[in-house]
């Protein structure tokens, strides 16, 4: 009795551990499934837009192809390859020409230094690093306005992928590119067709600090407006961080409401004016969302701001910066606006120039930020390092403008100029030489704060259609911005217009080292041949060598007797 | 890559466990049904083994070679050997000579091992895009196998099925077998010990196969040799 019971429980035990050792070849067998390719990276799709009703960018997101490097042998059909091109080699005019002629191919890979990874810590001292983000721009500007009806991604150089195009230009030297029959390299994307992406919102940020009423006083008080556009657009939509582009101005209107916010926290120091801090959306689309924000506001509000000073690009820049203006310089708002900045900016030893562009109202164009209030009959002015109005798509944050590229002190002396400036005009104190928020100070500009922003904002790609409504760095800024205001609205707008975009924006790409149907074939052979000879041996040493003639030969005998 | 590379491994890996059956004459004894019990019994020898070393094996961190581990591997290796006992001697055969026998239960035995041991991880990763030489090996290694498993047998037969065997000959017997049933042992401490890679232990395995091989026949032909 005891015996049987004893042995009941061992068996439970061993069917217990049998079913834990079927479970774990099960998750061993699904296992090895996934680490099947020679390497797999993260790649970053060319964007894909629509702008009125013309395709542009990169129509297809999955790849199935062969690879092949720049040393491919000419007169190659690569209608069915993927061209791997490493930064460093790129040759434009191959592109373009490429490009232009719309010659078939099956995709491409572009290949960027690490230098130009957002994830990176991006200190690294690269040789030629100038040279290589004009290179990328110009690259960019070429890919954004073309109709490439194939696939095309970017990858960061690492180690893998580096042993792998060696390998490719290797073959690709012998005269033999890769293709069904020859072997090589495959390389793997199996996403679906990229979709539209329905109703792209667009969310602007505002602050407003109130200023000091004085009792009595029933008028509304001036109020004073500083404007940023925090979105970017760039060739790869998952790599736009836009260092400079806008994250300069973001960082500089964000040190600034700092700065006030800690002027206008004690009512003794409070000004006599409202301040208006905007981060606005929708930049690189001709301002749509500084037009919509512009619209919202009620009449009151919008006639009392006196000026809007908007910030666009001020992270690169040694010793001149722009103040872009639409009306005529010799408007009265414009001459104080630019000696008030001029004054100050003598003190800081910082050239400041005025340029005017007029705008034309019948051109859907909107190229600097103060254009969308100047159309609203508000004086605006624009402060750049850039000196021409750039084009439609133009220094909106593309992959070339990285983290490397900004310097902070530009940033923390635009800080500077622009808060004085503001500061005297607030506070009456024109012409005066006060420095109030100077260095040492309480009021000091924080070079920390801004670093520390920057470095966030150049890890963050800011892409519009692809930040959704409760996007946490949307509420991030708006927390920021919270804590240097009195009030915080959000407003959320869908993009309409001219521009539609399409989603599969980044994935993982397979590549696998595939052999060629020539060599299955031989082995096939020589198994054959192998077997055969197995075959024949073991019958000749078991069964005697007549026996294997006898295999094959009909016997005779049978013939004879029927005849 | 693909269906193609995965039906070349598989005809390497299982084409001559076939044709070693249809070519001698085992096939015209009809020694099918010892080779289906054969390799039932390594089954059960297999899941014995398995439990025995999940209750009894610690698994170390490091690939390293770890020989009070590795002595406890040979010792449950050994379950092999009472496996093959067990076929050899236990189980009813028809009355077929002790020829065939251990070759119809070494050739169960070998293709029982390459369908565990071989046909899953064949399958999953032949069959992807990725081309690698390791089923190749696999394969090359499954013909080792089955070689190795056949002087096994034979060795097997020599010691507990032949009653009358030339005195000197026996411990030379013993020690073949010893070192055929040891040959996983050995195998796993070129690897992990000596730091071998696959093809170079693949290329040893058919080398010592086929002396060992050579070895028990002429042991097997030896002990005929009395009888006859």
């Known amino acids: 009795m005891v015996l049987s019971k004893n042995f009941g429980g061992g068996h439970r035990g061993l069917q217990e551990s049998m079913y834990s050792v079927i479970s774990l070849l099960f998750i061993l067998v699904a296992c090895v499934e996934f680490c099947d390719a020679a390497a797999a990276i993260d790649v970053y799709r060319l964007i894909q837009y629509d702008m009125s009703g013309s395709a542009f960018g990169s129509r297809f997101a999955a790849l199935n192809h062969h690879a092949a490097s720049l040393h491919f042998p000419l007169g190659t059909d690569l209608s069915r390859t993927v061209l791997i091109i490493p930064l ?45 983000k004009n290179v990328l721009a110009e690259l960019e500007r070429l890919l954004i306005h073309a109709n490439l009806p194939y696939a095309v991604y970017f990858a960061f150089e690492n180690d893998e992928i580096d042993i792998v195009l060696a390998d490719i230009k290797k073959n690709d030297a012998t005269g033999q590119p890769a293709t069904a029959t020859t072997g090589g390299y495959k390389l793997v994307i199996p996403t679906p067709e990229p979709k539209k992406v329905a109703s792209p919102t667009i969310t602007n940020i505002q602050g407003w600090l109130s200023g000091l009423k004085a009792d009595g006083d029933m008028n509304q008080l001036p109020t004073i407006a500083i404007v940023a556009s925090y979105d970017t657009f760039g060739a790869a939509p998952a790599l736009s961080v836009g260092s400079d582009s806008n994250g300069s101005g ?9 700065l006030f916010s800690l002027l206008y926290s004690n009512p003794k120091t409070r000004g006599r004016y409202n301040l208006l801090f905007g981060l606005t959306s929708g930049g690189p689309y001709n301002y749509n969302g500084t037009q919509k924000w512009l619209r919202s506001f009620d009449q009151r509000l919008r006639e009392s701001i006196d000026y809007a000073i908007c910030l666009n690009s001020i992270g690169s820049w040694d010793n001149e910066l722009w103040i872009h203006v639409s009306k005529p ?109 100077a260095d040492g100070g309480s009021l000091a500009v924080n070079p920390a704060y801004v670093q520390s922003w920057l470095d966030l904002l150049s890890r963050t790609p800011r892409v519009a259609p692809f930040l959704s ?95 | 890559m693909t269906m193609f590379h995965f039906f070349n491994c598989a005809i390497l890996t299982f084409g001559p466990h076939a044709v070693y059956y249809s070519a001698t004459t085992l096939s015209e004894y009809d020694t099918f049904g010892t080779s289906v019990k054969a390799a039932l019994v390594y089954l059960g020898t297999v899941l014995v083994k398995l439990v025995c070393l999940a209750t009894f094996l610690q698994v170390s961190e490091n690939d390293g070679f770890d020989p009070y581990q590795e002595l406890l591997k040979v010792l449950i290796g050994f ?79 020599l010691i507990w099925l032949r009653k009358n065997k030339p005195k000197t000959l026996i411990p030379v017997i013993y020690a073949c077998a010893g070192i055929v049933a040891t040959m996983p042992s050995i195998t796993s401490y070129l690897r992990r010990g000596l730091g071998w890679h696959f093809p170079e232990v693949v290329g040893f395995e058919l080398f010592t196969s086929l002396v060992m091989a050579f070895f028990s026949w002429q042991l097997f032909s030896a002990c005929q040799r009395p009888s006859a």
């Open chain 1, 469 to 563: 409504k409760n996007d946490p760095f949307v509420m991030a800024l708006k927390k920021e911005l919270a804590d240097h205001t009195d009030e915080v609205n959000l407003q959320h707008e869908i993009l309409e217009g001219m521009f539609t975009f399409y989603d599969s924006t980044s994935t993982t790409l397979n590549i696998y080292q595939v052999a060629s149907v020539t060599f299955d074939l031989v082995l096939l052979l020589v198994l054959g041949s192998y077997l055969i000879v197995l075959f024949c041996f073991l019958v000749i040493t078991t069964r005697g060598l007549d026996d294997l003639i006898s295999l094959f030969r009909r016997p005779p005998s049978r013939k004879v007797k029927t005849a």
């Open chain 1, 88 to 132: 460093r080699e790129l040759n434009i005019t191959f592109v373009r020409e490429y490009i232009n002629q719309k010659k078939p191919l099956g995709g491409l890979l572009f290949l960027l230094p690490e230098i130009f990874n957002p994830g990176n810590g991006g200190n690294k001292q690269v040789h030629e690093r100038e040279k290589l």
């Open chain 1, 250 to 258: 973001i960082v500089a209107l964000l040190e600034i409401a700092r």
């Open chain 1, 329 to 437: 310089p010799e408007n009265a708002y414009i001459k104080q606006i630019f000696e008030g900045f001029s004054k100050v900016a003598e003190e800081l030893d910082i050239k400041v120039g005025l340029k005017h562009k007029k705008i034309n109202i019948s051109n859907p164009r909107v190229a600097w930020e103060h254009e969308q209030f100047s159309r609203l009959r508000v004086t605006g002015a624009t402060l750049s390092q850039i000196p021409v109005a750039p084009e439609l798509l133009e220094s909106t944050g593309g992959l070339f403008d990285s983290r490397q590229f900004v310097n902070e002190t530009a940033i923390t002396r635009g800080v500077k100029l622009v808060a004085e400036s503001l500061v005297r005009h607030i506070y009456g104190h024109q012409g005066k030489n006060v420095q109030i928020f």
């Open chain 2, 79 to 157: 379950i092999d050997v009472a496996g093959l006992y067990f076929a050899l001697t236990q189980l009813t055969h028809r009355n077929i000579s002790q020829i065939h026998k251990f070759q119809a239960v070494g050739l169960g035995w070998a293709f029982a091992d390459s369908v565990l041991h071989r046909l899953a991880p064949l399958w999953v990763g032949a069959k992807g895009l990725e081309f690698t030489w390791d089923y190749i090996l696999q394969g090359l290694e499954a013909n080792a196998n089955l070689v190795l498993s056949i002087s096994l047998a034979a060795l097997g037969s």
